[in-house]
């Protein structure tokens, strides 16, 4: 709660689009753990309008926020300090105000990637990449989150592909003297068959758009992870799939990179398993009803 009132504290999603946002529901399930009163919202950014939002935002009296597509980078600009992983993404997924009203800054989307492959592969999050060359499709917010995660966890190659070459050869500089550190080939490049995993970091599944891969890139295998999620298995899942391989979307990544977040709010971490179950079991029978 709030010291100054008796109104719970608020916090909230700032994207483009967020009217689909699981992230209210899961804060409150995490508030609910520890028998705490939150309030979480969805606020939509007009182009151009993230400080404005912002603004508004703590204006209203917020602790924190969660910043979604496509305002990752601007949410990284505006504050005064940066994790270091933050830093390093260039982008910030997590927005907090501390007691003196300084804005800081974190990005806890690489770690809720990790937390959610190892779930899926039955292997520790810091070793899960152990031996299993990776592809990184995509170089803007959702990318530069995830990518140092990547190569922590012992990825013996990334190689990352953008539309837009720039940003990719961008990207993988930025990372290079991580990389160096951890003994991982990183590289910009046309994608081509050979990786264990490939991530869809790219918005494509937003408008239902299948991505341009050559044959072998997904096959029988390779564990496709789509960082988008919806109700019915996203475009990316669906193309994985069609191609022989093992896919899973973003919402169990969603629930791991939240419950970091409350905990650098709220100084408690909570469990997740048991909200991952309940969103899903939502999730799913909303794409059932219709």
Not at 135 to 158: D, Q
Not at 226 to 251: E, H, K, N, S
Request: net charge neutral; glycine share 10%.
């Amino acid at each position: 709660m709030n010291a100054s009132t008796t109104e719970p504290d608020l916090y909230a999603v700032l994207g483009n689009p967020v009217e689909h946002s699981r992230s209210p529901r899961i804060h409150q399930m995490f508030a609910a753990q520890f028998g705490q009163a939150i309030r979480y919202e969805r606020r939509l950014v007009a182009p151009g309008e993230f400080a404005a939002t912002l603004a508004a935002l703590r204006a209203d009296g917020a602790r924190g926020c969660n910043v979604t597509v496509p305002c990752k980078f601007d949410a990284a600009r505006a504050a005064q300090r940066l994790s270091e992983r933050a830093a390093l993404a260039g982008a910030a997924n997590t927005l907090g105000w501390d007691d003196a009203g300084a804005l800081w800054g974190d990005n806890t989307d690489g770690i809720g990637l990790l937390r959610d492959l190892a779930r899926l592969l039955e292997a520790p999050a810091d070793t899960a990449l152990h031996g299993r060359p990776v592809l990184l499709l995509g170089a803007g917010g959702a990318a530069a989150g995830v990518l140092g995660a990547l190569i922590e966890a012992g990825a013996p190659s990334v190689a990352v592909w953008n539309r837009t070459a720039d940003r990719a050869d961008a990207l993988v500089a930025r990372h290079r003297a991580l990389a160096q550190r951890h003994g991982c080939v990183l590289a910009a490049g046309q994608p081509r068959a050979g990786a264990a995993l490939v991530v869809n970091a790219t918005a494509a599944s937003l408008g239902g758009a299948a991505l341009p891969l050559p044959a072998g890139v997904l096959k029988a295998g390779v564990l496709a992870y789509d960082l988008m999620y919806a109700a019915a298995p996203t475009a990316f899942v669906a193309q994985a799939r069609a191609a022989g391989a093992r896919a899973a979307d973003g919402l169990g990544m969603l629930v791991e990179q939240a419950a970091e977040s409350f905990a650098l709010w709220r100084g408690v971490r909570p469990r997740t398993a048991p909200v991952l179950a309940q969103v899903e079991a939502e999730l799913r029978g909303d794409a059932a009803a219709h």
